[in-house]
C-alpha cells in the first residue's frame, strides 16, 4: 500500500540499562514503525514494569515465547556477555535478525599467547553463530570499536 510505512516487531531479552537506552533509541527511529512486541528478563517482576514503561506488548516469562513468535522481526540481546552468543544462536536458528551488545564472541584466554592464534579462537567461536543464518537472511552485519 502507497505511503504505507514499514514495521519492524521487536522481542527484547532483558530489561536493564542496556534495554532501557534500546528501547528509548526505537522511540526516535525514522522512516519505521518499531513495535516492542516482547519484553523478557530474569526477572519477571522487572520485565513486567519495563513493558508497561516502554509499552511493550507482551511479558514473557522465558525467551523461547519469544523465539517462537512468528510475528517478532528482531530478537534485540540486552543480556550479560557470558550468554550473547548462546541466545544469540538460538534467535538465529529460529530465524530472527538479532540485535548483541558487543561482545559478540572473543578470545579470553592468557594475553600472552599470539595475537593471530587469539583471532583465530575468536573467529572459531563466531562461525556457530553465522552458519545457522538462512541463506536469503542477507548480510551479516558486526561492528566492534
Known amino acids: ?3 504505507e510505512r514499514p514495521r519492524v516487531r521487536v522481542g527484547l531479552v532483558g530489561a536493564g540499562f542496556v534495554a532501557r537506552i534500546h528501547a528509548e533509541s526505537y522511540r526516535h527511529l525514522r522512516g519505521v514503525d518499531v513495535e516492542l512486541r516482547w519484553v523478557t528478563a530474569r526477572r519477571t517482576e522487572r520485565a513486567r514494569s519495563f513493558a508497561q514503561e516502554f509499552h511493550a506488548r507482551e511479558v514473557a516469562d522465558d525467551v523461547r515465547r519469544i523465539l517462537d513468535d512468528p510475528a517478532v522481526d528482531v530478537v534485540d540481546l540486552c543480556v550479560p556477555n557470558a550468554v550473547h552468543a548462546s541466545i544469540g544462536l538460538e534467535a538465529a536458528r529460529a530465524g530472527k535478525h538479532v540485535i548483541i551488545e ?3 564472541t572473543g578470545f579470553f584466554g592468557d594475553p600472552s599467547n599470539p595475537r593471530p592464534d587469539m583471532l583465530l579462537a575468536a573467529l572459531a567461536t563466531a562461525v556457530p553463530l553465522i552458519d545457522p543464518r538462512p541463506a ?10
Not at 137 to 145: I, S
Open 102 to 104: 558487543k561482545p559478540l
Open 136 to 145: 536469503d537472511a542477507g548480510p551479516l552485519r558486526y561492528a566492534e570499536t
Open 1 to 3: 500500500m502507497a505511503g
